[in-house]
Structures are given as C-alpha cells and as structure tokens.
C-alpha cells in the first residue's frame, strides 16, 4: 500500500493564481480530510468527506474547494492564491474509529 | 464543538529522563478517541498511541504511555527513558468516530544530551 499520498510536495504560486492539490488513499477509508498547518497554530481543518460525493466544511473552509468524485481521492482547489493561504497543507484519511493517516505535505508558498 | 488544549507550548528533557506532557480536551460525549500524534522535522505525523474512551485501562506503547482521566477530561503522555530522536512537535487529538480529528496546537519537545 502507498498509504496516502499527496502532489506536488513544494509550490510557489503569484497572489490570485489557482492551482489544485491532489490527494489520493489506497487504503479503501471512507474518511478524508484537509489540513493546514501554520506555526503556533497546530493543524486547523479545512474540509473533510465521509465519502464520495459527500463533503463538508471544516474550520477554516473560505478560499478552498473540494470534491470527492471516488473514495481514493480528495483534491483541494485553491481558486485565487492569497498571500494568507501560506502554509503547509496535509492531506489524510480514516476509517471510524481508527488512526489517521497523513500524508508527507504540502509546503505552499504565495507571493 | 470539540476542543483541545495543549497548555505547554515547550518542553525540554535530560536524554534517558522521564517527561510528561499535558492534554484536555472538551466534549459532552461519552464515546471518544484520543491520539498523540509525533512530527519531527521532516514533517511527517507519526501516530504514538491511541486510546479509546470506554477504556478504562491506560495505553502504552513501549517507552510512551498515556494517563488517562475521563472525568477530568485530561490525556497526558509519558515518554520514559527519554531518547535524542523523540525531539519533535507532539499534537494531541481527539475524534467521536465519525467525526474529523481535532488537534490542539502542540508541544515542541527539546532533548538534552
């Protein structure tokens, strides 16, 4: 199993550019989620699936879409790149009640 | 909604030394699951342990146990006999099941040779 796995690992985008991050599990886990992660701030939830065609907003949702066409996947759009969108992104997946597993990150930077 | 605390952002510990980090969360829930999370520099979160709330028995994992008081509604981890590769941030989090985990802000461990 490659366990979940996240694209690209670093990005440096311009203030209103969009890009999207990918996110895919092998694990057949009902559950995903996005992350980020800011100094100070632990990880912040930004939406989550408990399944395809199911999504959810989390915390810090505004800037950020997702979709969940399969249960393997769960990209994360952002559709114009702010300079506060700086961060580093983590993408994981679950199933019930047991550990979640995290992808290695995103390290994105906006100028 | 659930939430975590992580009352000491920094922590340090003599190598081979014992420590023990605090964690209280919040919920009006009986039924819970409580995890510390490792990321060390490279970034990667690393399950440590994992506890289940109807559980009366504290979790332990090797060198790393937990203590665990429902009623106060606390979680602390132990690492005994403390090693220079358990320098790393520690999250603590909690979820109901079918619900996203919830993290507190995080401990920064410092082992001291």
């Known amino acids: 199993n490659a366990g979940v796995t996240q694209t690209p690992k670093f990005q440096v985008l311009k203030t209103g550019q969009s890009m999207t991050l990918q996110c895919a599990q092998d694990m057949n886990h009902e559950y995903m989620s996005w992350y980020r992660q800011d100094p100070g701030m632990g990880l912040r939830l930004i939406h989550y699936?408990?399944?395809?065609?199911?999504?959810d907003q989390g915390e810090v949702p505004n800037g950020y879409n997702v979709s969940r066409s399969t249960t393997e996947d769960f990209p994360l759009r952002l559709l114009s790149a702010a300079p506060s969108q700086t961060s580093v992104y983590f993408c994981?997946?679950?199933?019930?009640?047991?550990?979640?597993?995290f992808g290695p990150g995103t390290r994105l930077t906006v100028l | 909604a659930q939430t975590v605390t992580q009352s000491q952002p920094e922590m340090s510990v003599q190598e081979a030394e014992t420590v023990t980090l605090s964690c209280t969360y919040d919920t009006s829930e009986s039924d819970y699951y409580l995890f510390w999370y490792k990321q060390p520099p490279s970034r990667q979160m690393i399950l440590v342990i994992r506890q289940e709330a109807y559980k009366q028995q504290n979790a332990t994992e090797n060198r790393f146990s937990v203590n665990f008081q429902k009623a106060a509604k606390s979680f602390s981890l132990k690492i005994s006999d403390s090693q220079l590769g358990d320098a790393a941030m520690y999250f603590c989090a909690f979820h109901l099941g079918d619900t996203p985990l919830v993290f507190g802000k995080g401990t920064r461990l410092s082992v001291i040779a």
């Open positions: 994981a997946s679950k199933k019930g009640g047991n550990e979640q597993f």
């Open positions: 699936s408990v399944g395809a065609g199911i999504t």
